[in-house]
């Protein structure tokens, strides 16, 4: 079941987080807080599983072929939210690492939801029968299905300082840490596939594909 926190009383991470190596990053980052800020409301879920992509060296990477319009937040400052489209329906929220001019980025994978679901349950279409038990993981599991859940598109967030006080999209920790981290290839791509860089937290319900 879901942890209960307050997103209001969270610390915002520190820029310095953000110039580390990808993995380092992706390991750091589980049990922190992604939260959407909205009038009146807080949608909140901790992070419980990453993936980390290490720039023009991964294949994997949306840096591999180096800088384009599309993929510029990768070389951009740390700490800012870099949304993409696949599938041409759904979108994926990662966060830059590394210092500006060097591309690196962690993927969100799955989040536990902590605050507000019965606003994520309405942006995901899904109504309170559907969320009954175990079925409960279907708000935030996977890297669509969060984005849809905290309603992050890539005309609304790409870019977007997820440090910044002013954000309506931030990255937060409240002083949660994972008793066990497992660490797993890559899933859901097919270059550099074998590379043991998807971290998650041991156990977790919420993790996309146990």
């Known amino acids: 079941m879901p942890r209960p926190t307050c997103p ?17 990053v992706a390991r750091a980052l589980l049990g922190k807080l992604l939260v959407r800020r909205e009038p009146g409301k807080w949608l909140a879920g901790r992070i419980v599983e990453t993936e980390a992509y290490l720039g023009q060296d ?28 696949i599938y041409g329906n759904h979108f ?19 989040l536990e939801p902590i605050a507000g ?24 599991s996977g890297p669509g299905r969060l984005t849809q859940a905290l309603a ?13 006080a ?3 999209l931030l990255l937060l920790d409240d002083g949660f840490h994972p008793q ?7 899933i859901g791509i097919t270059k550099a596939a074998e590379r043991p860089l998807r971290y998650l937290i041991a156990d977790n319900p ?3 594909k146990r």
């Open 166 to 168: 002013h954000s309506d």
């Open 92 to 110: 994926c929220l990662n966060v830059s690492c590394l210092p500006e001019g060097v591309a690196g980025c962690v993927l969100f994978r799955a």
């Open 180 to 186: 066990r981290i497992s660490v797993t290839p890559r």
């Open 8 to 24: 209001v009383c969270a610390r915002p991470l520190r820029r310095d987080f953000f110039l580390r190596e990808p993995p380092w």
């Open 58 to 85: 991964d294949p994997a990477a949306h840096a591999a072929a180096g800088r384009t319009p599309r993929n510029a937040v990768l070389y951009g400052p740390p700490g800012h939210a870099y949304v993409y489209l």
């Open 152 to 164: 992050i598109t890539r005309q609304r967030d790409n870019g977007k300082d997820l440090l910044a």
């Open 206 to 208: 919420f993790v996309s």
């Open 117 to 140: 679901m019965a606003e994520m349950a309405h942006s995901r279409k899904l109504n309170q029968q559907q969320l009954w038990g175990q079925r409960v993981c279907l708000l935030t």
